[in-house]
Nanobody
């Protein structure tokens, strides 16, 4: 089993910053050579959409257009932590932010660290999810 716990959400004014953390644990992660952890967000009444992902082995990163240039994902493999630094936040960034893990297998057809396209169900590719942390951007 794998457990993911998000933290760091809260209320922030437009233009502000937040740093989200995702703590990953579980026997499965320890045995895998590679996996990807991604951040998703979901606004009320809207689909869950990918924000960014990072791979364990090579630190491959990927960013969605929605927050391009305003977020930075990073990892600390020694602590099994993944972080999402969010800057220049806007009211439309409000939502619940989830981290999730893709355990693979990976190949040239199914590469590591993929952000699902709009309309694709992210629960198909990503195997385990945290419960989410609320981010509210408001003055």
């Amino acid at each position: 089993q794998v457990q993911l716990v998000e933290s760091g959400g809260g209320l922030v004014q437009p233009g502000g910053s937040l740093r989200l953390s995702c703590a990953a644990s579980g026997f499965t992660l320890d045995t895998l050579d590679d996996y990807a952890i991604a951040w998703f967000r979901q606004a009320p009444g809207k689909e869950r959409q990918g924000v960014s992902c990072i791979s364990k082995k090579d630190g491959i990163t990927n960013y969605a257009n929605s927050m391009w240039g305003r977020v930075t994902i990073s990892r600390d493999n020694a602590k099994d932590m993944v972080y999402l630094q969010m800057d220049s936040l806007k009211p439309e960034d409000t939502g619940v932010y989830y981290c999730a893990v893709d355990l693979g297998p990976f190949s040239s057809v199914q590469p590591v660290c993929v952000i699902p396209s709009a309309g694709d169900n992210p629960l198909i590719r990503y195997d385990y999810w945290g419960k989410g942390t609320q981010v509210t951007v408001s003055s």
